[in-house]
């Protein structure tokens, strides 16, 4: 069982609040396609929900950037944490 | 989800949005408000209020945030968003989407981001660049007021962090700080001369949250967001705070608590020289000086003052009519309530005295009980929490944002005096009586007594330390007063009075000499905890007594002002006393031209005669 304070535990935690459903457990090759809610508002706002959770700045360069799927916005956390 | 009844949600929403400001700064969290946005619910039987957004910068998270946080207040809310960056555009033509809307109110919002890009890409400096965004934001609003009648709300511009001249900024008229600063005044003056548009001011927002964590160029250059994320939702509560009081939701009457709120300490207990409460002396006085000059400046605008207090009202009163550094005076409040009933009925007496809704109410208070107790038995008052340090409570009560208003009308400045004088024609009918009731039920006994060696010890205590009702203020020692009492020509006496609620001990020093044909007061000194309850009247009655009773004709007394005695000031006058042209502020009294004054006390049984002599 993962733990309950991975990146990747973290991560799901803020998906479900952002995109509003419980039910959501990330994995790295989902993209937006595979969440309806996931549009251009929505990601201001998992941007802005990830910067908090992990106390990190994206650049502008990330922050717009068009990431491949979510192991790619993973690994840019972890990057940025220094994990 | 369930259907759920409307009134309930309403006032279950309400009482959340109260939480909410209760909690300003917390609970203005952009995942809490978005999440509640999605869920709440109003019935149709909740009022409506169409609202259009334009702006020059993205408006969707804005419109989302100000959509929940009007929903919580229990207000249904439908938002029609402008086409980005077409302001001037639609309210231009008669026929756009925003007119077929149907706005009550028209929200303009004007980025900070997009002026000074607009500033930046000018081809050359030069030309009256202010004057030209000013005529332009008129000629918007002229527009609007031709086409509908819906209320404009004019956003500010908040001034950039963006430097070009440092220091030097502002005495180049062209720089872009300076064009903003003159905007905003240009704007906000223009709005004065006008009916029908309102200010938001985000300049004020920015200022307070800081513009550098404010500014957030990222969601600028990416999404053409006005502010950071973390801050819009401020942002959206002070368009709210507007269209609130638009809709008519004001505050009309604060009700304050006394001891710990508006001043330190328990006037009951530490009496008038115990409390805290001070213009110079440094410290938590100075605190709740403030906090009386800002509400003092609330009711000076028309926001009504009321008391609401655990106290007897000759206690709770003192501070008020005695206290030198006191600011609100007894004539700043409309409603006095000081007494031994819970809070609720207080602020319902409040309510029925000045006939307004128990939601226009705000209430202080320090004890976290009683606010819970209002909270409990009245939920539509306002009970913010309040800091428990006094320095901070202004600039809280500030950040809450309680007293927005859309006017200010002569009528509103005129308002407080006008419940004032009601107020005080009803109780002077009946003042007098409840006063002399008061007293007279609180079966006070005093015993007058000279000086005996039990009580020196605390005789000397109370002159040192007595500062306030003091006429000279002499620092008697315990072998002087001993000296005293033993001296045949003086007649040092002191008071205790105990009274149903018990005993206040010592209360009273008086010294009196004979010289020749005459009684000298050499000390007259008297705990503040018993002011106003008649001490002073019997005591005077038993010196002119005791003068007339050893055949003298006059007594003499002496005020020597010092920086505490203010109060004492007027003592002898008070009794009927003149003043001698002698130098110094001495005082004389004919004995044979004394009125007797009105005292609810009776000597008690067991005191002494006052020439010496003890009965036993």
């Keep these: 069982m993962q733990s309950s304070n991975s990146t990747a535990e973290r991560m799901s935690r803020i998906f479900r609040e952002v995109f509003d459903d419980p039910s959501i457990n990330i994995r790295d090759d989902m993209t937006s396609e595979d969440i309806d809610a996931w549009d251009s508002l929505t990601h201001i706002h998992l941007i802005f929900a990830i910067e908090k959770e992990f106390k990190i700045v994206f650049t502008v360069g990330e922050a717009g950037s068009s990431l491949k799927n979510v192991g790619e916005l993973r690994m840019l956390i972890e990057k940025k944490i220094g994990g | ?616």
């Design chain 2, 1 to 616: 989800m369930s259907s759920v009844n409307s009134g309930f949600l309403d006032r279950h929403s309400r009482q959340e949005y109260r939480q909410l400001t209760k909690n300003a700064g917390v609970q203005l969290d952009y995942q809490r408000l978005v999440s509640a946005g999605k869920r709440l619910k109003l019935g149709d039987s909740a009022p409506l209020l169409k609202l259009a957004i334009l702006g020059d910068c993205s408006t969707q998270q804005l419109a989302a945030l100000v959509k929940a946080l009007l929903g919580e207040a229990g207000i249904r809310t439908e938002i029609h968003e402008g086409e980005f960056d077409a302001i001037e555009l639609q309210c231009c033509d008669p026929a756009s989407a925003l007119y077929r809307f149907g706005a009550d109110a028209v929200v303009i919002l004007n980025s900070a981001q997009a002026l000074r890009a607009a500033y930046l890409h000018q081809a050359t400096e030069g030309g009256d660049y202010a004057g030209d965004c000013l005529a332009r934001t008129i000629r918007i609003w002229d527009a609007i007021q031709a086409n509908c009648s819906a209320v404009i709300l004019q956003s500010t511009f908040a001034i950039v962090p963006d430097s070009y001249f440092g220091n030097f900024e502002l005495k180049v008229p062209g720089s872009l700080r300076s064009l903003i600063t003159a905007l905003n005044a240009n704007v906000v003056a223009a709005t004065r001369e006008r009916t029908g548009v309102l200010i938001h001011d985000i300049e004020a927002v920015a200022s307070w949250v800081g513009r550098r964590l404010f500014f957030d160029e990222r969601m600028w250059d990416l999404w053409k967001l006005p502010c950071s994320l973390e801050h819009l939702p401020r942002v959206a509560k002070s368009i709210v705070d507007v269209m609130l009081a638009f809709r008519g939701r004001i505050v009309k009457c604060v009700v304050v608590d006394l001891d710990n709120t508006l001043w330190g300490g328990v006037v009951g207990d530490d009496g008038l020289e115990g409390i805290e409460l001070s213009t110079h002396g440094g410290g938590a006085g100075e605190s709740f000086v403030r906090l009386q000059l800002y509400l003092r400046q609330l009711r000076r605008r028309g926001i009504l003052l009321a008391v609401c207090s655990k106290n007897d009202e000759a206690v709770a009163l003192m501070p008020f009519l005695h206290h030198p550094d006191m600011v609100l005076r007894r004539d700043d409040i409309s409603v006095f309530v000081a007494n031994w009933d819970d809070k609720a009925s207080g602020i319902r007496r409040v309510r029925d005295e000045l006939n307004i809704a128990l939601d226009s109410i705000v209430f202080l208070d320090d004890n976290a009980f009683e606010r819970n107790l209002v909270r409990e038995l009245l939920p539509e008052v306002i009970v913010p929490e309040l800091p428990e340090d006094p320095s901070s409570v202004v600039a809280f009560l500030s950040e809450l944002n309680l007293f927005e208003t859309t006017s200010l009308s002569k009528e509103d400045l005129q308002r407080a005096m006008q419940y004032q004088r009601e107020a005080q024609r009803r109780e002077s009918a009946t003042r007098c009586a409840n006063v002399q009731e008061f007293l007279q039920s609180l079966d006070m006994q005093i015993v007058v007594t000279r000086f005996d060696r039990f009580q020196v010890p605390r005789i000397a205590q109370l002159m040192q330390r007595s500062n306030q009702f003091n006429l000279c203020t002499r620092r008697l020692s315990e072998t002087e007063c001993s000296a005293l009492m033993r001296d045949e020509s003086f007649i040092p006496l002191y008071a205790t009075l105990t009274d149903r609620f018990g005993d206040h001990g010592l209360i009273s020093v008086v010294v009196l000499e004979q010289q020749q044909d005459a009684l000298i007061v050499r000390d007259w000194l008297m705990s503040c905890r018993v002011l106003a309850r008649g001490v002073e009247q019997f005591l005077m009655n038993h010196v002119v007594a005791q003068a007339a009773q050893l055949g003298l004709k006059s007594v003499v007394g002496e005020y020597i002002p010092t920086a505490k005695n203010g109060m004492v000031r007027d003592f002898f006058q008070q009794f009927g006393f003149t003043r001698l042209s002698t130098p110094g502020d001495r005082w004389m009294l004919n004995v044979s031209g004394y009125l007797q004054q009105e005292a609810f006390i009776r000597l008690a049984q067991g005191a002494r005669s006052m020439n010496g002599t003890e009965d036993s």
